[in-house]
């Protein structure tokens, strides 16, 4: 039985409801439901809605948000509560990624509050971690990542852990077009998955890789046993280049 694969598309601050609508009916086209393959997006909130909208009638393609506020409301200007965003058919969240941690300052803990948050909200989680090039440099992946799972692993309790889902990001591999060997993130893949079996994990959390992930390097990433799938930017904003690459490798 082949592993299961999650096709994870963050559109970052591109696509708006029109725009993403003209995408989901090209996508459609080129991709058929595959056993074994999962296709998630993750649009920016305002194109949610349109989004569930236009897979509705594909079980294999789930819709999230790119950041969700830990509180339910409140005054919390520019924020997005995890009620709001399960109301226009978010699923699925991504928390913690690299723009957010680097661009905004989102804290360890602030994420480990957001996971929390969506677990009991009944959103699945997709925790990003990954170390700076300075980091990698002076031999601290291990440890930087390590300090981005702690807080979370904190407040996870034992019967959430198999909804929660890890990408691993190298921060100086996103968006630059310079990707982590596979070799490389499997290394940390199991790394990840060693110290959470260490703090009693059981479950074989699932864990993406993230960062320059392309057409021509995605297939040797999705080789190795140790990356469930992949969590793409830049390369999962055409229709027909997203579908080219969530056609390798399942
Ligand atoms: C990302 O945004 O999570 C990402 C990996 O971006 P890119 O694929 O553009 O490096």
Redesign the pocket.
Known sequence: MPRALIYAA?W?MNHGPREAREFARRFLEFTAPLAGRELWFFPPAVTISALVEAFRGRPDITVGAQNVHWESKGAFTGELSLPLAKEVGARIALVG?SERRHLFGETAEQAARKVAAALAAGVVPLLCVGETLADREAGRTEDTVRRQLEPVAAVVQPTDRPRLLIAY?PVW???TGRNATPADAAEVHRFIREWLGGRGWRDRTRVLY????NAGNALALLAEREIDGV?????SLTPDGWAEIVGLGG
């Open positions: 963050n970052k990624h990001e591999a996103i968006g993230g960062g320059s992930v969590l793409v930017g830049g390369a």
